[in-house]
């Protein structure tokens, strides 16, 4: 199967909070998890992304982790601020297949102050 | 540099008309695509390109049709237009290869058919 689930559709945090936003998938030929942060009137950009040889990748406050066992993996917003508002996606990709993402439903965050 | 361009940023259609949405990029990118975003369906791929002249059908092809006779341009043609079709289109490019797989986004073009 090509879907990617995601999960929540909607996170609210305090300013400070630890943000986390779960994806699970099962097509075991998925070799590549980007995520993609998108606000309002905007198009989606690259935030931060694993290939499934690490367990852990972190870029400032935004960490992923990834679990190949049970084909999960998660993004974690330290510290998070109200600028980090925004709808988040989950993607994956099979390399060789034209890089085509197949994105989760989207997790959208507030962060209250 | 622009990026990704896309045009128009809004448009409301009749059913059954038809119209182009237009999309262009700068970046000298190979591979390029159509998503659509519906609340709470995440990204759905229409079509994609993986060069000039050569084009094929993503998920959800079904209603239009894409073109891709420059590097720049991938237009996605609406043809007799549905209310199943009210969604915002992105448009994205990437380098060939599968290197970072960074997909460039558009804006967005917001339709509705009434």
């Known amino acids: 199967q090509q879907q990617v689930k995601q999960s929540p559709q909607s996170l609210i945090v305090q300013k400070g909070g630890i943000s986390i936003i779960n994806c699970a998938y099962e097509?075991?030929?998925?070799?590549?998890f980007p995520w993609y942060q998108q606000f309002p009137g905007k198009g989606p950009a690259l935030l931060i992304a694993?290939?499934?040889?690490?367990s852990e990748k972190k870029e400032g406050r935004f960490t992923i982790s990834f679990n190949k066992s049970a084909k999960q993996f998660s993004l974690h917003i330290m510290d998070s601020q109200p600028g980090d508002s925004a709808t988040y996606f989950c993607a994956a990709r099979i390399t060789g297949t034209a890089s085509k993402l197949t994105f989760g439903t989207g997790t959208r965050l507030q962060v209250t102050l | 540099n622009a990026g990704v361009t896309q045009t128009p940023k809004f448009r409301i259609l009749k059913i059954g008309q038809s119209m182009t949405l237009q999309c262009t990029q700068d970046m000298n990118h190979n591979y390029m695509y159509w998503y659509r975003q519906d609340p709470g369906m995440g990204l759905k791929l229409i079509y994609y390109s993986v060069g000039a002249g050569i084009t094929d059908k993503g998920e959800v092809p079904n209603g239009y049709n894409v073109s891709r006779s420059t590097t720049e341009d991938f237009p996605l043609r609406l043809e007799l237009a549905a209310p199943s079709q009210t969604s915002v289109y992105f448009c994205a490019s990437t380098p060939a290869g599968e290197g970072t797989g960074e997909l460039f986004f558009g804006e967005g073009s917001r339709l509705t058919v009434l």
């Open positions: 097509n075991t030929a998925f070799d590549y």
């Open positions: 694993i290939r499934p040889d690490v």
